[in-house]
């Protein structure tokens, strides 16, 4: 069956009463901000928010707090902004955030990436002194980062401070959110249920029949589905994601640099804008939007790769295929279906290896960031949020220094780190920048990882949010505006 012809065969409206029904491939897995990635989810459900965050124009702008200085000793004050509440009533304080920030820097590592371990103290009820473990010129930027989500815990239960507060959870299936009622202009916002939906199709089916009044990130094969619908709107918006592919260094084949620049020069990145029919050629790390971003092109050399692999000891034979001492060269390339746009780029990466004499077998996981951990792959791609507080530090630290907790190339250069420990010390914007570009050289000399695509994505709305605007890549999809449409 078609997907318009499963359309129409559903009902057409999901509309209830102002309930507002969302579509996601992925969910939050749990409410407890120090564990993995969650921090990251509560803030795109409307649940968390920072003490600081990232405007529109991808600005640093106070939140929950209302100024953060520099003291001469090296630690910051903060001050938290007055009149914010928990969604039980709760004022904020600054004894409950130093709690919960001590909590979540001892626990997650991610809190730990960029300046090592923040400590949290309370000065007074309004006042935080803050102490790094690694010198920092950028603690807002820090605090806009998804894994520190202003909460606390009371009897048990995790109590937040955003738009929306949870009513129920159903693991991997949906959450249930209602207004928090202590947040200004709460009588203006629906209450939603936020769907897992786990790949693009799905999402689109769901979308076409009516299920959903924003279904996010639709895969673009579907767009065509909703042209002329007056009851729906796909919104096409530029992200900050990256879309990557790590390079397991540790693996017998890929752990020679010449096999893995090989590779990287092979792949023709324009192929993959064209398969995703969206966005723009990655030039390293971070989108050209972002001043700290790499200006050289990542070269296409398919001459060179196949010099690199002969040098590497890697021959083709008469059959076309790669062989070292009697073996083929096989490898297995990883997508997860939670980023549509990565399976459609699969089966143009094997094409372009098999151009080489490498045999890539292709597979697919809704676990990926366990098979990422695990080291159990060769080659995986990958979309990452690579700049969420406007900063680059977070992501060259947090997944390519040699002890980052996600280190998932598993690669490790002594130059690199000592780059990324100045970016760490650093204070002005313009040698930020220039450090961060020279890290993005290291990688592209060394090909830990290929950078592919900056991505667009596609929202589709219902008439009951036809003035909502997507902004933020996935960081801010449920926002305090968050109104039904008149």
Do not use: C
């Amino acid at each position: 069956m078609s997907l318009m012809t499963a359309a129409l065969l559903t009902p057409q409206s999901a509309w209830a009463e102002d309930k507002l029904i969302i579509g996601q491939t992925f969910l939050t897995n749990g409410l407890d901000p120090s564990e993995g990635s969650v921090g990251w989810t509560l803030v795109t459900h409307g649940i968390g928010e920072q003490l600081f965050s990232v405007s529109k124009q991808g600005k640093i702008e106070p939140n929950l707090a209302e100024t953060a200085i520099e003291n001469s000793d090296g630690t910051w004050t903060i001050t938290l902004a007055d009149n914010r509440f928990f969604s039980d009533g709760t004022p904020v304080t600054a004894k409950m955030v130093a709690a919960g920030f001590n909590r979540t820097g001892q626990t997650n590592p991610s809190a730990r990436s960029t300046s090592g371990l923040l400590s949290f103290h309370a000065v007074d009820e309004r006042t935080l002194k803050v102490h790094s473990e690694k010198p920092t010129k950028i603690l807002p930027s820090i605090l806009a980062e998804w894994a520190f989500p202003v909460y606390m815990e009371k009897d048990g239960e995790f109590i937040f401070t955003g738009p929306f507060a949870v009513e129920s959870l159903t693991a991997d299936k949906s959450i249930d959110l209602v207004p928090n009622p202590h947040y200004e202009n709460a009588e203006n916002r629906p209450e939603l249920t936020i769907r897992r939906i786990p790949d693009g199709q799905s999402l689109a089916l769901a979308f076409a029949s009516g299920e959903l009044d924003l279904a996010f990130n639709l895969p673009v094969e579907s767009l065509s589905m909703f042209a002329g619908d007056k009851a729906k709107q796909v919104k096409s918006f530029p992200v900050a994601y990256q879309y990557m592919m790590w390079m397991n260094t540790s693996s017998d084949v890929l752990q020679d640099v010449r096999v893995r620049k090989a590779i990287d020069m092979a792949i023709n990145r324009e192929d993959l804008v064209a398969a995703a029919r969206a966005g723009s050629v990655a030039t390293g790390a971070f989108s050209q939007t972002y001043p700290f971003a790499a200006e050289k092109e990542l070269p296409l050399d398919v001459n060179k790769a196949n010099a690199l692999l002969d040098e590497a000891g890697w021959i083709k034979g008469e059959d076309g295929v790669r062989r070292k001492n009697g073996q083929p060269m096989q490898l297995v390339l990883w997508a997860y279906p939670q980023r549509p746009d990565l399976i459609t780029f699969q089966p143009v990466i094997r094409a372009a290896l098999a151009g080489l004499g490498i045999s890539v077998k292709t597979q697919v996981t809704e676990s990926p960031t366990d098979i990422a951990k695990s080291g159990a792959y060769d080659l995986f791609l990958w979309a990452q949020h690579t700049a969420p507080a406007g900063d680059p530090a977070q992501f060259l630290s947090l997944f390519l220094e040699t002890d980052a907790a996600n280190n998932y190339a598993r690669w490790s250069n002594a130059e690199y780190d000592a780059v990324i420990e100045q970016l760490r010390a650093e204070g002005d914007t313009d040698v930020r920048a220039e450090l961060a570009r020279k890290a993005q050289d290291i990688i592209a000399t060394e090909a830990p990882v290929s950078f592919l695509v900056t991505p667009e994505w596609h929202v589709g709305v219902s008439v009951h949010l036809k003035n909502y605007e997507p902004w933020g890549s996935d960081y801010y999809i449920i926002r305090p505006d968050l109104q039904v449409s008149k």
